[in-house]
């Protein structure tokens, strides 16, 4: 069994900060990509970051140069930083990971519950 655990979310001030985690446990061999997801009041779910194995990130526009992405492969551990946040990035947020369970396994998609954020102004 594998499973996800978003933490950190919570409620902060327009212009605040928070640090997401993703956190992976259970039978692992290697995790690969990971993405993190938002769905505000609502909204769809939007794609908010990724991160790959080498650490090579991207972000969404409306989070580029706020959001920054990390990982600690020792942990199983994804972390979403989040600065000068705004209202419209209130939401849950969740991360995907896709995950190889032994060596030369497929890889195979997990997801979190989700931490909820809010930004108030």
């Known amino acids: 069994q594998v499973q996800l655990v978003e933490s950190g979310g919570g409620l902060v001030q327009e212009g605040g900060s928070l640090r997401l985690s993703c956190t992976a446990s259970?039978?692992?061999?290697?995790?690969?990509?990971v993405e993190w997801y938002r769905q505000g009041p609502g909204n769809q779910r939007e794609w908010v970051a990724s991160?790959?194995?080498?650490?090579?990130?991207n972000y969404a526009d409306s989070v580029k140069g706020r959001f920054a992405c990390s990982r600690d492969n020792a942990k199983n551990t994804v972390y979403l930083q989040m600065n000068s946040l705004k209202p419209e990035d209130t939401g849950l947020y969740s991360c995907?990971?896709?995950?190889?369970?032994?060596?030369?396994?497929?890889?195979?998609?997990?997801w979190g519950q989700g931490t909820q954020v809010t930004v108030s102004s």
């Open positions: 259970g039978s692992i061999f290697s995790i690969n990509a």
């Open positions: 991160i790959v194995s080498g650490g090579a990130t």
């Open positions: 995907q990971a896709d995950i190889r369970r032994s060596v030369g396994g497929r890889k195979q998609t997990y």
